[in-house]
């Protein structure tokens, strides 16, 4: 079937695709997908009609120096202004968010969040040294960006990006289908006998394994 291969194991006597109930192959795998192969295919685009203004992340990379992760390169997907011809067009925009960028900076280069959610509890103040001392003090808050697939942490005393989370949007987890897919790519790097390291095999969600 185009588009709709499902493989099946079959010996060498099976192979004159004749068969009983008894001794027919089973499906074991499916695979849908767009395009004519399944192994160098990527997910499509969504459709400029399901926008109604929202602002998507087409793929979202994470930016390395070394060792060290300095913050994220997102590609952002949104619907054009109108034309006159009234056709519907999406354009990209790339932007990037590092860590100690300030709200401000954040919204410039994503938009506005979703929601804003403050955390109730700081769950590591009790290895801090005096961790009855500041609990009147304000909480970290994230800005929660749901079609974007992503969360941001801010700390609370300096408003400065802390964290990033990127959801998957697994089936079966509790954010399932809150969240969209976030397709982030994660360069890792492998390490050498000398002690210093190179660029690794690249790791990313849009792979048929995630």
Do not use: W
């Not at 999406?90 to 709200?103: A, H, L, P, R």
């Amino acid at each position: 079937f185009r588009a709709l291969p499902a493989p099946a194991p079959a010996r060498s006597e099976y192979r004159e695709y004749k068969y009983s109930r008894d001794t027919e192959p089973l499906v074991t795998k499916m695979i849908v997908f767009t395009g004519d192969d399944p192994t160098t295919n990527v997910p499509p685009h969504l459709p400029v009609r399901y926008f109604h203004g929202n602002v998507y992340a087409e793929s979202v990379t994470v930016l390395r120096d070394g060792t060290r992760t300095t913050g994220i390169e997102v590609s952002l997907m949104y619907e054009a202004p109108g034309r006159a011809d009234g056709e519907q067009v999406v354009e990209c925009k790339k932007s990037i968010v590092s860590f100690g960028d300030g709200t401000q900076a954040v919204q410039s280069a994503l938009g506005s969040p979703c929601k804003v959610f403050y955390k109730s509890e700081d769950k590591l103040r009790i290895h801090s040294a005096s961790p009855h001392r500041n609990l009147t003090s304000k909480s970290d808050y994230f800005y929660n960006y749901f079609t974007l697939g992503m969360d941001i942490l801010f700390d609370a005393a300096c408003h400065t990006v802390k964290k990033f989370i990127l959801h998957t949007n697994f089936p079966g987890h509790y954010y399932f289908e809150i969240y969209h897919r976030c397709n982030f790519h994660l360069h890792l790097a492998s390490g050498s006998g000398d002690g210093s390291c190179e660029a690794g095999k690249a790791v990313s969600t849009s792979s048929a394994a995630a």
